[in-house]
């Protein structure tokens, strides 16, 4: 073989490894790099063929196509590094239609609370990375076409493609290909006509009836619904995390027993992972498991009945405490809520902390000072989503032993306030931040049964989801703890009954879906049900 052959078939082959790579690379799991596979990607086998048979028909790949060709080859390397990195991170597959729905919000966020220099070159990072990468495609392509000049290269390459089309299409050896990154757009396509033109609706039901339950157990105790953001299974079932924070729960079992309190523990699969707050919320609220945005649009476009109306048809009033939420938020209206604080309406005067600004203790010390200390009230049901241990988790605010500070403009020592301001996210390194996040939320939980939450009141502190999976691991579950907290001895032993643990520790498998936490909820409390009540929900 001479020379110039010799240079044209390895231009050829180093071509079509690297469109093969940018098509079947992994994630290198926990970060957002990537890794080369030995996949084969189908794709790239067809792309081989069509071009060698243009050159031995037409003799050339003009600029025009070859330009098309390459804006089709950035899409599809866009489209599949979106893939690997939500299974990696998220563990979940990709839904472009839903997923791109926030990128609005968290666009205003970002705005907010980051640098507009900073802002700005990631904006121009991400520009010239995506010419960068449009940039190497078009080389890729001409050097891949300059290799096919030679006849011999040509043929042979041709048939390689061929036999690999014909070999996929046969299904004999699926295992050496990528699954296509067509087919993913394509049910990516599928999927959002599914939505906007089939509008497609699942049984979120549309009864405008309340349940009988009469919530008469209770004896008018106030009732505390306590979502803690990013808290997982994994600060549990993950040796290092547990290790980490037994210290903390040790604490906060101390704090328990020492104001007379009482727990029981279990998990619950969570219909979301590493993100997705609200699926997770709503289905506790709805009943129903909520599992994507989907689920979530048309949940709120029905008459569903959520725990909401069924506390408030038993004489509660319902309030909802939210300060991570900084713009309006329309389609709280479906849950009906009798009040809803979010960061506006929490009207906190203290430094900021971090991309989230409010600290969990104060938006605790306001509800008391803004509802339970109201002479008069009606009993409370209380959903709060917290937000301190939210990604990026850094910087979290100190934990103030003296909760009558958390009201003023100064709460915090000014030398404890520069340490914790000092925090910046660790975005290769999301463990750290993440325990000490946490740590912060129990301090918070344990000051509050502690000091100033209403004596009769009964407490369901649950995850709503799994952190990252760069921090609970590859191949974390989608489990969450939840705590039943409350003084009455009776209530207690019906969660227990139900399956719950005695105790801060959960244990055994999950009680099932998330969702089933309503009806567990209802049943338990309602006096014309025996206290021997199940999970095994509806």
């Known amino acids: 073989m001479s020379l110039p052959t010799l240079r044209t078939a390895f231009s050829a082959l180093v071509a079509i490894v690297f469109l093969n790579t940018a098509l079947t690379f992994q994630a290198v799991w926990p970060t957002w790099w990537i890794r080369p596979s030995s996949a084969l990607s189908v794709e790239i086998a067809c792309l081989v063929l069509a071009l060698a048979l243009q050159v031995e028909w037409r003799g050339r790949f003009g600029p025009w196509p070859r330009r098309l060709v390459t804006i089709i080859l950035l899409l599809l390397v866009l489209v599949h ?75 042979s390459v041709a048939a390689v493609a061929m036999a690999g089309i014909g070999v996929f299409a046969a299904g004999q050896q699926p295992s050496w290909f990528a699954t296509p990154v067509t087919a993913l757009l394509a049910q990516q396509v599928s999927l959002a006509v599914a939505v906007v033109v089939a509008r497609e609706v699942p049984p979120v039901g549309s009864g405008h009836s309340v349940s009988a339950a009469n919530l008469d157990r209770l004896g008018g105790a106030d009732v505390f619904v306590i979502f803690l953001e990013s808290y997982g299974a994994t600060v549990f079932q993950e040796p290092a995390h547990a290790e980490a924070l037994a210290p903390d729960f040790a604490a906060l079992d101390d704090a328990l027993k020492t104001a007379g309190w009482q727990v029981a523990s279990a998990f619950v699969d969570s219909p979301t992972f590493g993100g997705g707050s609200w699926l997770a919320h709503s289905s506790l609220l709805s009943g129903i498991r909520i599992a994507g945005e989907g689920d979530y649009r048309l949940l709120l476009g ?130 750290p931040p993440y325990l000490r996040s946490i740590r912060y939320d129990l301090k918070v939980l344990a000051g509050y049964l502690r000091e100033r939450a209403p004596r009769n009141a009964l407490f369901l502190v649950l995850g709503d989801h799994q952190p990252l999976a760069s921090v609970s691991g590859p191949r974390a579950s989608w489990s969450v703890p939840v705590h039943v907290i409350t003084r009455n001895t009776d209530l207690l032993n019906a969660f227990i009954t139900a399956g719950f643990r005695a105790g801060l520790r959960p244990s055994g498998p999950p009680l099932g879906g998330m969702h089933r936490l309503h009806w567990l909820l209802l049943a338990v409390l309602d006096s014309a049900n025996p206290l021997s009540v199940h999970a095994s929900g509806r």
């Open 81 to 155: 590094y979106g893939e690997v990195m939500t299974n990696s991170l998220f563990g979940r597959p990709l839904n472009l239609y839903w997923d791109i729905q926030p990128v609005p919000t968290v666009a205003a966020l970002l705005v907010d609370a980051v640098p507009a220099w900073l802002l700005a070159a990631a904006v121009l990072s991400v520009i010239a990375g995506l010419a960068c990468l449009a940039t190497i495609l078009a080389g890729v392509l001409r050097l891949l076409t300059f290799g096919l000049t030679e006849p011999a290269v040509r043929r």
């Open 302 to 431: 029905s008459q569903r009945q959520t725990l909401v109306q069924h506390f408030q048809a038993a004489g509660y009033r319902a309030v909802a405490l939210m300060p991570g939420l900084k713009q309006a938020w329309p389609e709280g209206n479906f849950y009906h809520f009798d009040r809803l604080y979010d960061m506006a309406a929490l009207d906190y005067r203290g430094p900021a902390i971090g991309w989230w600004a409010i600290p969990d203790q104060y938006s605790l010390d306001r509800l008391n000072r803004l509802e339970l200390a109201a002479p008069g009230r009606a009993p409370l049901l209380v959903v709060f989503a917290t937000i301190m241990s939210h990604m990026p988790f850094a910087p979290v605010a100190p934990y103030q032993p003296d909760w009558s500070r958390m009201a003023s403009t100064r709460p915090f020592d000014a030398a404890e306030l520069a340490a914790a301001l000092q925090q910046e996210p660790r975005w290769t390194d999301l463990g």
